[in-house]
Each structure stands twice: as structure tokens, then as C-alpha cells.
């Protein structure tokens, strides 16, 4: 199976996910658009801005599912020659949308419910608002739940926040009824400071999501289960000592290009790596969905039993230092008097300076070798 194959079923898959997110983000519009026209009749003849707030929240909420289906249509466009890996990250930005809206939507309930303190109205409930706040509490239990799972099912960011956040306005919601009961049964207002709360909880969910999205944009660390799996799918391969550098580049939801090294003997050919190479590819992409582009090797030395104990001393040198993470690649010539090997380092050294102490210090007792030492980021664990 070569590489177009991989990016054909791939965008197979991308179309199914689609039609997932465009079904459930419409369900979510059409019950946001009902709540919102229900909460805000009632707030308007209960003169209550709880109510309004609370209903604006939901006009918030399909404003959001409606920018997630554009972001959605935009980010499926074929691949292009100026965008050749596809327009997936579309659906970022998109997602940065809608939280900056949510958060837009909280500072100025925010302000609002903050003028009802001083400037406050006496709210007036009928049991048919009343009513409709608590349909609104248990609507939005079942939704979030629906839209929470069906975002997990199809790994989508935009739809797991909108389930979270259908828990929290049946949170707010609930915190409306209790407001309204207070109102019924006491003489202390709490409209406004019901707002508030409103207010900071919408304002919260926006920031929390401004930030996951920005993440995503700019590029984070992979899923440690899913760099664990891949590392674990390619070294069942008897041939396969380890494997190593693993960078997973993300261009979309679902749509991520791996590279890896994979340390195998001295005595392979390049037709056997050849022939491995194809299989770990295909079987990466089956258990994980994720399209292995690029292979590299590094050498195991199968001929020369002394090359264990260099390579036991050197161990013993990285051991020596907390930045020293990890060392591989590892290929001795005792012949050529050559060395060489990779060392993963940790953000707490710069790597000039960490090449510097190890290149000095493995030089000590190797002192007749040409030494090469190559600095590697610590991007997965």
C-alpha cells in the first residue's frame, strides 16, 4: 500500500467525521435557537435579565456550531498546489472563532449584569417560565452528553467543547431556577449577581478554549499513548531493535504525518529495509490512522562484541546527567576508529553547551576515535 493509497483512505475517513460534526452541530443550533427564543420571552415578560443572559448564552452557543459547519466545509477542500497536505488546519482557526465569540459573549453579560446592581428591577416569574428553565436544564443534559460523545467518536475539539459547555449551561441554568426561587420566596433580588456568575462562567469557557485551540495551531506535544502504541506496533517487527525520533506533524483533526528512525543490523539490505519500511507504514496507518511518511535507519553493529562495552561506558557518562534523556544510534568502527551515536536532551540545556561537556568527556576515553555526536529535542516521550 504506497503513501497515495494511505492519503485516499484517509480522506475517506475525513468525510465520515465531517458528516458526524455537520449533523450533531445542526441538532445543537436548532435546540440553542428554540432555548434562546424560549429563556428570552419568559426573561422579557418576567423582566428578569437572568433569564436574558442566560438565553443570549444559547444564541452564543448556535453562533459557535454555525462557524464549527463553515470551518468544517472550509477545512475539506482538496489539497491544493499552494496547500498540498490539505486545508485542515482551517478547522483551528475556526475554533478560535467561536471561543473568541463565547468570551465576547461573557465581558459584556458581564457588563450588563453589573449595571443591574446598580440600576436594579424587580423581576416578576410565572410558572411558566419557570417551566422553561427547568425543559432548558434537562435539555442541555442530554445534549451535552450526545455531542460530548460524538465528539470523542470523531476526535473533534469543536464538539467536545460544545458538549462541555452544554454542561455548564445547564449549570447556569439551574443556577437561573434557583435564583428565580429566591426572588419567589424571599425579598432578596439575586438577578444581578446571577448574572455575574453567568457572566464569569461564559467568559472562562471562552478563555479555556482560546487557549486548547491556540495550542493546536501552534503545534504540541503528541498524545504520549499514541506516540507509546506506534513505537510499540514498530518494534514487534523481529528486525527492530528501536525506534526512535518520532515527530508527528499535524495538519487538521485526524489528519497527522509521522517520521521515525528505526535502529536495524548492519546486515540488512536495502531491499529487506525496503520491504519492512512498506509494512510498518501500512500497519501503522491501520491501528492508528496516522500516515507514515518518512523512515529513517540507524545502524546496529551485529560484528564486534566489544562494541557492548563502549556503548556501556558512554551509557554510564549520559547517566551522569539529569538533560541526558535518552542515547541511540549508537555505531562503533574499530577499524576507521570512528563513533557516533544521538542523545536526546531536555529543554532545560541549550545544546551547544550539553555537545560541549559530552563531546570532552566521551573524548577522555575514547581519545583515538573521531567522535560525532548528534543533539536530539526531546518532542515525545
Same mark, same amino acid.
Given at each position: 500500500?504506497?503513501?497515495?493509497?494511505?492519503?485516499?483512505?484517509?480522506?475517506?475517513?475525513?468525510?465520515?467525521?465531517?458528516?458526524?460534526?455537520?449533523?450533531?452541530?445542526?441538532?445543537?443550533?436548532?435546540?440553542?435557537?428554540?432555548?434562546?427564543?424560549?429563556?428570552?420571552?419568559? =426573561?422579557?415578560?418576567? @423582566? %428578569?435579565? &437572568?433569564?436574558?443572559?442566560? *438565553?443570549?448564552?444559547?444564541?452564543? $452557543?448556535?453562533?459557535? /456550531? !454555525?462557524?464549527?459547519?463553515?470551518?468544517?466545509?472550509?477545512?475539506?477542500?482538496?489539497?491544493?498546489?499552494?496547500?498540498?497536505?490539505?486545508?485542515?488546519?482551517?478547522?483551528?482557526?475556526?475554533?478560535?472563532?467561536?471561543?473568541?465569540?463565547?468570551?465576547?459573549?461573557?465581558?459584556?453579560?458581564?457588563?450588563?449584569?453589573?449595571?443591574?446592581?446598580?440600576?436594579?428591577?424587580?423581576?416578576?416569574?410565572?410558572?411558566?417560565?419557570?417551566?422553561?428553565?427547568?425543559?432548558?436544564?434537562?435539555?442541555?443534559?442530554?445534549?451535552?452528553?450526545?455531542?460530548?460523545?460524538? =465528539?470523542?467518536?470523531? @476526535? %473533534?475539539? &469543536?464538539?467536545?467543547?460544545? *458538549?462541555?459547555?452544554?454542561?455548564? $449551561?445547564?449549570?447556569? /441554568? !439551574?443556577?437561573?431556577?434557583?435564583?428565580?426561587?429566591?426572588?419567589?420566596?424571599?425579598?432578596?433580588?439575586?438577578?444581578?449577581?446571577?448574572?455575574?456568575?453567568?457572566?464569569?462562567?461564559?467568559?472562562?469557557?471562552?478563555?479555556?478554549?482560546?487557549?486548547?485551540?491556540?495550542?493546536?495551531?501552534?503545534?504540541?506535544?503528541?498524545?504520549?499513548?499514541?506516540?507509546?502504541?506506534?513505537?510499540?506496533?514498530?518494534?514487534?517487527?523481529?528486525?527492530?531493535?528501536?525506534?526512535?525520533?518520532?515527530?508527528?506533524?499535524?495538519?487538521?483533526?485526524?489528519?497527522?504525518?509521522?517520521?521515525?528512525?528505526?535502529?536495524?543490523?548492519?546486515?540488512?539490505?536495502?531491499?529487506?529495509?525496503?520491504?519492512?519500511?512498506?509494512?510498518?507504514?501500512?500497519?501503522?496507518?491501520?491501528?492508528?490512522?496516522?500516515?507514515?511518511?518518512?523512515?529513517?535507519?540507524?545502524?546496529?553493529?551485529?560484528?564486534?562484541?566489544?562494541?557492548?562495552?563502549?556503548?556501556?561506558?558512554?551509557?554510564?557518562?549520559?547517566?551522569?546527567?539529569?538533560?541526558?534523556?535518552?542515547?541511540?544510534?549508537?555505531?562503533?568502527?574499530?577499524?576507521?576508529?570512528?563513533?557516533?551515536?544521538?542523545?536526546?536532551?531536555?529543554?532545560?540545556?541549550?545544546?551547544?553547551?550539553?555537545?560541549?561537556?559530552?563531546?570532552?568527556?566521551?573524548?577522555?576515553?575514547?581519545?583515538?576515535?573521531?567522535?560525532?555526536?548528534?543533539?536530539?529535542?526531546?518532542?515525545?516521550?
Amino acid at each position: 500500500m504506497n503513501e497515495n493509497t494511505l492519503i485516499s483512505e484517509s480522506g475517506s475517513r475525513k468525510q465520515n467525521r465531517n458528516s458526524v460534526i455537520i449533523r450533531t452541530s445542526i441538532l445543537g443550533i436548532t435546540a440553542n435557537l428554540i432555548l434562546a427564543a424560549l429563556k428570552c420571552t419568559a =426573561g422579557l415578560f418576567a @423582566n %428578569s435579565i &437572568a433569564f436574558i443572559l442566560d *438565553g443570549i448564552n444559547n444564541v452564543s $452557543d448556535s453562533l459557535s /456550531s !454555525l462557524v464549527t459547519i463553515i470551518g468544517i466545509h472550509l477545512a475539506s477542500k482538496q489539497p491544493d498546489k499552494e496547500h498540498p497536505l490539505g486545508h485542515g488546519r482551517i478547522e483551528y482557526l475556526s475554533a478560535l472563532i467561536v471561543a473568541v465569540l463565547v468570551l465576547y459573549a461573557g465581558i459584556t453579560s458581564l457588563i450588563e449584569s453589573a449595571k443591574k446592581i446598580f440600576n436594579p428591577s424587580e423581576a416578576s416569574y410565572t410558572k411558566l417560565s419557570l417551566a422553561v428553565i427547568i425543559t432548558a436544564i434537562f435539555v442541555k443534559l442530554l445534549m451535552g452528553t450526545y455531542v460530548k460523545k460524538q =465528539g470523542k467518536k470523531v @476526535n %473533534s475539539t &469543536a464538539l467536545t467543547a460544545s *458538549g462541555t459547555d452544554a454542561f455548564f $449551561d445547564a449549570v447556569l /441554568s !439551574l443556577s437561573v431556577l434557583i435564583c428565580a426561587l429566591i426572588s419567589i420566596f424571599t425579598d432578596f433580588s439575586a438577578e444581578p449577581w446571577t448574572g455575574i456568575l453567568i457572566s464569569i462562567f461564559i467568559s472562562n469557557s471562552g478563555i479555556q478554549m482560546i487557549r486548547e485551540t491556540v495550542n493546536d495551531i501552534l503545534g504540541k506535544r503528541a498524545d504520549k499513548e499514541t506516540t507509546i502504541k506506534i513505537k510499540k506496533l514498530l518494534t514487534q517487527e523481529p528486525q527492530v531493535k528501536g525506534a526512535y525520533d518520532l515527530v508527528i506533524h499535524n495538519y487538521g483533526p485526524d489528519k497527522n504525518f509521522a517520521s521515525v528512525h528505526l535502529e536495524l543490523p548492519d546486515t540488512m539490505t536495502v531491499a529487506e529495509v525496503d520491504v519492512l519500511t512498506r509494512h510498518a507504514e501500512e500497519k501503522i496507518f491501520k491501528e492508528t490512522g496516522i500516515i507514515l511518511t518518512g523512515v529513517g535507519v540507524y545502524s546496529h553493529n551485529t560484528k564486534d562484541e566489544k562494541i557492548t562495552e563502549m556503548q556501556n561506558k558512554i551509557f554510564g557518562i549520559l547517566n551522569n546527567h539529569n538533560w541526558a534523556l535518552q542515547m541511540h544510534g549508537f555505531y562503533a568502527d574499530n577499524v576507521a576508529k570512528t563513533l557516533r551515536f544521538d542523545v536526546v536532551l531536555s529543554f532545560e540545556i541549550k545544546p551547544a553547551a550539553a555537545l560541549e561537556i559530552l563531546m570532552d568527556e566521551v573524548q577522555q576515553i575514547f581519545p583515538d576515535y573521531e567522535i560525532s555526536i548528534t543533539p536530539d529535542v526531546d518532542i515525545s516521550d
